[in-house]
């Protein structure tokens, strides 16, 4: 799993950072990827990254400011010219599906694929085999949610020798031994999988949290999650404003991640208000009572692998 | 007078084009700037101009397609963050100010500013003491428009000297001639205006076409124009192309400039498949019909001065 940045920025575009959008990788999970926002010009950013438009399948929507939605026509139109055939299933609140229709009848735009619209509410959003998505409300000025991505634990490997010398013929028995089912040996013998697996893995938890003040939710969905990203629209003098607008300081932020007993923070959704050399107070602030806290960036690209979380190129 | 580019690209941006918008600078004539079409991230070129949203009092828009508009609501929504309150007159087809209304309830966008809305049908779509604009309809796979600037006349300069010279006192009289009227002085002399003040100056003409297969009212809207910007999606070799998705080739633009006696041709609305190596004969092409044609680049920049076209930084 990986989560790149596509626009780090509040409000509108500045040269530094675009409007909302995160690309949360899962291709060696899934094969595809999911976009959390999609502001202007999240199709112009991803033209300077690795991912391919087709790839994405599912589009989670926190809200529907403009600055989290107004890249949503023209990327569904891009993913369309790109070849893209499979399903895109859009996740947002009540609303934006009207919206899509709307603006793709009145600009003519016939998709090569379905999309499938979900209208989210409090609860689970998604669930397969491997994941569940949750998502909670958050206090914005307008309807805006988190999601909190959970892997489920992973099935161990299996030990095949350890399963050959305890007399498992090669075949059938060892995948139902995989599969976790304890199988019966012609000899009468009862292997357990257990003694023949290595331990399920415990899969990572990821909360993707939107515009949102300070807030009882936000701790909810960040419990104890490996990965929270959580806005950071203002700093610590400027709490007032954060407070009248309905978004978050650095410090807020920091304050989530450790009431949570989260592992790591990202600050995403940085003001323009604050230049290039505001920014490692404004780190170090958060720091201050959360250290395992960054500083997103626009194309800043985070692994998840072996449990622990690493910034990479 | 200037005409920059801020996006070059058809149907979807690419790193080299971003989709179409121009910038029709008339600072000195207007004190104000007009946009043509503004597909998604137009406020994010803008960027990396001079332009200032809040300068731009009116946008013209060709056609409802995604590369042509899908950038308004974010920049209504910026020019607004930056402090805009004149009026913003949106010129476009039926359907336009619905979708507008409607993406910015939806996404709660409170604008400091009114937009007046004016539905474009063929004929005069603004006129004042200084300028014309009229629209035309173009032959493309939905209803598109090319229009038409003309500026008019502009008055002769008083000559003082001259006026003084007849005996003109200093003093209201001169306003008078200035304005084009004859004056009677107190000895009963009377002074034409044309006497003391040079001819009026012809404004310049320009045609700034909207998508469009080969037309006649291409021809019409380009007619003894100083300038026409017209689209160049296709070559010569892929024109069963150009007719089949309602777009023009490098050569059919250039016979509508030839036709129309035009001054100058920049060709504008080049698709991705041209790579920068093929837009060397691309360009020939063109000269070879009608040798004033240029190619338009993202950020090129154009001025009238003088009566003439230059290629400026
Ligand atoms: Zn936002
Ligand atoms: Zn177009």
Same mark, same amino acid.
């Given at each position: 799993?990986?989560?790149?940045?596509?626009?780090?920025?509040?409000?509108?575009p500045?040269?530094?950072?675009?409007?909302?959008s995160?690309?949360?990788?899962?291709?060696?999970?899934?094969?595809?990827?999911? !976009?959390?926002?999609?502001?202007?010009?999240?199709?112009?950013?991803?033209?300077?990254?690795?991912?391919?438009?087709?790839?994405?399948?599912?589009?989670?929507? /926190?809200?529907?400011?403009?600055?989290?939605?107004?890249g949503?026509?023209?990327?569904?139109?891009?993913? %369309?010219? #790109?070849g893209?055939?499979?399903?895109?299933?859009?996740?947002?609140? +009540?609303? #934006?599906?009207?919206? $899509?229709?709307?603006? !793709?009848?009145?600009?003519?735009?016939?998709?090569?694929?379905?999309?499938e619209?979900?209208e989210?509410?409090?609860? $689970?959003?998604f @669930?397969?085999?491997?994941?569940?998505?949750?998502?909670?409300?958050?206090?914005?000025?307008?309807?805006?949610?988190?999601?909190?991505?959970e892997?489920?634990?992973?099935?161990?490997?299996?030990?095949?020798?350890?399963?050959?010398?305890?007399?498992?013929?090669?075949?059938?028995?060892l995948?139902?031994?995989?599969?976790?089912?304890?199988?019966?040996?012609?000899?009468?013998?009862v292997?357990?999988? %257990?003694?023949?697996?290595?331990?399920? =893995?415990?899969?990572?938890?990821?909360?993707?949290?939107?515009?949102?003040?300070?807030?009882?939710?936000s $701790?909810?969905? +960040?419990?104890?999650?490996d990965?929270?990203?959580?806005?950071?629209?203002?700093?610590?003098?400027?709490?007032?404003?954060?407070g009248?607008?309905?978004?978050? /300081?650095?410090?807020?932020?920091?304050?989530?991640?450790?009431?949570? =007993?989260?592992?790591?923070l !990202?600050?995403?959704?940085? %003001?323009?208000?604050?230049?290039?050399?505001?920014?490692?107070?404004? !780190?170090?602030?958060?720091?201050?009572?959360?250290?395992?806290?960054?500083?997103?960036?626009?194309?800043?690209?985070?692994?998840?692998r072996?449990?622990? #979380?690493?910034?990479? @190129?």
């Open positions: 799993m990986q989560i790149q940045f596509l626009g780090t920025g509040a409000g509108m500045s040269k530094e950072r675009n409007t909302s995160i690309a949360f990788k899962l291709l060696e999970e899934r094969g595809s990827i999911w !976009l959390f926002d999609c502001g202007e010009a999240t199709q112009h950013q991803i033209l300077h990254t690795t991912v391919k438009p087709r790839k994405i399948d599912k589009i989670f929507i /926190t809200h529907l400011h403009g600055d989290h939605i107004f949503l026509p023209g990327f569904l139109s891009s993913r %369309s010219f #790109l893209g055939e499979d399903v895109l299933t859009i996740y947002g609140p +009540a609303g #934006l599906q009207q919206w $899509i229709e709307q603006t !793709l009848q009145l600009s003519k735009t016939h998709l090569t694929y379905p999309i619209f979900v989210v509410k409090d609860g $689970i959003v @669930e397969d085999e491997k994941f569940t998505v949750r998502a909670l409300s958050l206090q914005h000025v307008v309807p805006c949610f988190g999601y909190r991505i892997q489920k634990p992973m099935q161990g490997e299996l030990l095949i020798d350890k399963a050959l010398a305890l007399g498992v013929p090669k075949g059938p028995l995948g139902q031994l995989k599969a976790g089912h304890s199988v019966k040996l012609e000899d009468g013998t292997v357990e999988s %257990s003694d023949v697996t290595s331990p399920p =893995q415990p899969g990572f938890t990821v909360a993707i949290l939107g515009d949102t003040k300070y807030c009882e939710n $701790i909810r969905l +960040a419990q104890n999650a990965v929270v990203v959580h806005e950071a629209t203002f700093d610590h003098s400027t709490i007032e404003l954060a009248k607008y309905g978004h978050a /300081t650095n410090t807020e932020a920091a304050k989530i991640a450790k009431e949570a =007993q989260a592992r790591h !990202l600050l995403n959704h940085i %003001s323009a208000r604050f230049l290039k050399h505001d920014l490692i107070p404004f !780190l170090e602030e958060a720091k201050a009572i959360f250290e395992n806290s960054y500083l997103a960036n626009d194309f800043s690209q985070y692994e998840w072996k449990n622990e #979380l690493l910034e990479i @190129e």
